[in-house]
């Protein structure tokens, strides 16, 4: 089966803690985003990676940071100095970045409740 | 800024009648148009897609939308709708390697 997978699909964490969402895809696509979902508000983009071992901020990085060592893999890590983590995590990608032809694709989404 | 517009937070519609779900965009020139639907408690699934070229663009499940230029406009489209389609709609526009969404239109569609 070729596609995006994420976990965990639930994941819970104190405040304070860091937090690493996985993200893996066997498309061999080039280009892998991460989403963050509230109600009401749609998807915002935090990172993005349009090749190996490059990565730029999306609208909302503050608080985040990620990795593209491979890739196949573009892990999310959540920091503590994230004000407002509780929320629903997407990863994407797509065959490549350029020119935003391309459509993206989604892995089922990871729930990250911070208490 | 490019920004797009979904109107409606919620379409209710019998099933059987015709569906249209709205979205207008905000970037000039050629954009490049897309629907998504997410089912409750997952990843977002691609419907259909605009480049260029004929205005009105068909997409998985009987889905179609159109592009209409003069109203900057890509509403989402299907003849009959089924119960099955109800979900939570999202409309997208790229500029070169970043897109932009819409913030979802949840379709209801009533037995």
């Known amino acids: 089966d070729g596609g995006i997978t994420q976990s965990p699909k639930y994941l819970f964490r104190k405040e304070g803690q860091n937090v690493t969402l996985s993200c893996e895809q066997n498309?061999?696509?080039?280009?892998m985003y991460w989403y963050r979902q509230d109600p009401g508000q749609g998807l915002r983009l935090i990172y993005y990676?349009?090749?190996?071992?490059?990565?730029q901020k999306g609208d909302i990085a503050e608080g985040y940071s990620v990795s593209r060592e491979k890739k196949e893999s573009f892990p999310l890590t959540v920091t503590s100095a994230q004000k407002n983590p509780t929320a629903f995590y997407l990863c994407?990608?797509?065959?490549?970045?350029?020119?935003?032809?391309?459509?993206?694709?989604f892995g089922p989404g990871t729930r990250l409740t911070v208490t | 800024a490019q920004s797009v517009a979904q109107p409606e937070d919620q379409v209710n519609v019998a099933e059987g009648n015709p569906l249209t779900v709205k979205c207008t965009y905000s970037?000039?020139?050629?954009?490049?148009l897309f629907w998504y639907v997410q089912y409750p408690n997952r990843g977002l699934q691609f419907l259909l897609k605009?480049?260029?070229?004929?205005?009105l663009v068909k997409g998985s499940y009987g889905f179609e939308a159109e592009f209409n230029k003069s109203q900057t406009s890509f509403h989402l489209k299907k003849p009959s709708a089924l119960v099955s389609d109800s979900a939570l709609y999202f409309c997208?526009?790229?500029?070169?390697?970043?897109?932009?969404f819409g913030s979802g239109t949840k379709l209801n569609v009533k037995p």
């Open positions: 970037v000039s020139g050629n954009p490049y």
């Open positions: 498309l061999n696509h080039d280009a």
């Open positions: 997208a526009e790229s500029n070169f390697n970043k897109f932009y």
């Open positions: 605009y480049i260029t070229g004929d205005n």
């Open positions: 994407a990608s797509s065959i490549d970045g350029a020119r935003g032809a391309r459509e993206q694709y």
């Open positions: 990676s349009q090749i190996v071992n490059d990565f």
